[in-house]
């Protein structure tokens, strides 16, 4: 059951009052209209205003405050604060003088394969691009699996660590797609220590590819490729007798250090890197990772080296080669669909680079079919869209004008 928007709170809590829209404009000075569109939810709240409502209807404001998850999915102006709210509090509990936290945890944990249940359950979610769904999954999950490690002991208390550090990854992961940077670097951190008390060296790694992202999303590009290299470097594995998981997070690793060397301008190192990362992808073949790690671990294969190597193209400003090379990537949504769609944004810039608006519209407007959520928190989208509407000679049509609003460029 979906729990009730702020919207609802509001609207519930002023007809519990007796007041109208405008009666209650009146007492709080909150213009109606803003009332109106908070209750219909195409507004997103700021906690002044809430305050104001709150004093007029003569509540608390915590009352008036609910989910705000499609707010945050929306990427509506100042919803960060709120629609954040219940994932900060897991990420970065509260704690009180004497040790302990303030966030209520439960006595007794679920069982360690209901948890993992849950965490294949927000994985899945965040992988088809559902992220209010995994915003939504996530903080109960994480509360719930800490308090299972706390309480662990012998044989599963590294089980219980892996949990715990899979959750906060995966949490550190969609952060990082809503642009909260800060609060994505703590979640990962976090995972990185839990990793480390479960003595899973594999799960460690991965986790470290998602602070290389990280730090490229920060421009912080020469720390991300030292990261990088530094990590594949540790936990080099011998093609011949290790798992496909061992194998996937050095060649996430690898690639995390071509992204970052690309966009330093240094293409020929980025080069040997992604061929590294492609004999570890032959080195998998057709084998499968054991169950229980991240759907991206699986997602590590031939199509996503190619798909490396489409990107480095882009990043060197060469349309022609990130064209011919995209030929060879195979058509439709891979298990990390993050990866797939980051991917064809560079075939619509190259499109768009060559003057292919018609090309270069299709792919985006197949984004936005099979994507909204995740195209509409995407800068690269938005560059393209505005290149493209500069470009043209004829007026903006109305696909394209549909597509500037929904990435925030009109």
């Known amino acids: 059951m979906s729990k009730p928007t702020t919207g609802h709170n509001l609207a519930r809590i002023r007809r519990q009052a007796g007041l109208t829209q405008e009666q209650l404009a009146e007492r709080s000075e909150v213009g109606v209209e803003t009332i109106r569109k908070l209750e219909q ?20 404001t915590v009352a008036l405050i609910g989910d705000q998850t499609e707010a945050v999915v929306r990427a509506q102006p100042g919803s960060r604060p709120l629609s954040l709210a219940e994932i900060r509090r897991a990420v970065v509990p509260i704690r009180s003088l004497g040790g302990g936290y303030l966030t209520a945890t439960p006595d007794e944990p679920p069982p360690p394969e209901a948890l993992r249940s849950r965490l294949r359950t927000a994985d899945r979610a965040y992988q088809a691009n559902d992220y209010g769904a995994a915003l939504s999954l996530l903080p109960p999950l994480l509360l719930d699996a800490r308090a299972a490690a706390g309480s662990a002991t012998g044989e599963t208390q590294s089980a219980a660590y892996v949990l715990v550090a899979r959750a906060l990854h995966l949490t550190g992961n969609l952060l990082i797609q809503l642009r909260a940077g800060d609060l994505a ?17 594999v799960v460690a790694a991965t986790v470290m590819q998602g602070m290389c992202w990280l730090l490229m999303r920060q421009g912080r590009l020469a720390e991300a490729a030292d990261l990088a290299v530094a990590t594949a470097d540790q936990i080099e594995p011998r093609f011949s007798r290790a798992t496909p998981e061992e194998l996937a997070a050095w060649g996430w690793l690898t690639m995390g250090a071509a992204a970052a060397y690309a966009r330093n301008n240094e293409p020929d190192t980025a080069k040997q890197l992604v061929d590294a990362a492609a004999a570890a992808a032959a080195a998998i073949g057709e084998r499968q990772p054991t169950s229980g790690h991240l759907i991206m671990v699986s997602g590590f294969d031939a199509s996503r080296v190619q798909m490396q190597r489409v990107e480095n193209a882009a990043i060197a400003g060469d349309p022609a080669r990130t064209l011919d090379l995209a030929a060879l990537v195979p058509h439709g949504p891979t298990p990390v669909g993050s990866s797939w769609q980051r991917h064809r944004l560079d075939v619509a810039w190259a499109h768009a680079q060559r003057r292919q608006y018609a090309e270069a519209t299709a792919v985006l407007m197949e984004l936005w079919r099979i994507a909204p959520s995740w195209l509409r928190h995407q800068r690269y989208a938005r560059d393209i869209v505005t290149a493209i509407s500069n470009g043209r000679r004829r007026a903006m049509s109305a696909e394209l004008a549909d597509l500037a609003s929904l990435v925030g460029c009109s």
């Open 41 to 60: 939810g195409t507004r997103s709240p700021r906690l002044k205003t809430l305050h104001a409502l709150a004093r007029a209807l003569g509540v608390a």
């Open 185 to 201: 670097q703590t979640a990962l951190s976090d995972a990185l220590d839990a990793a480390e008390s479960a003595g899973d060296q």
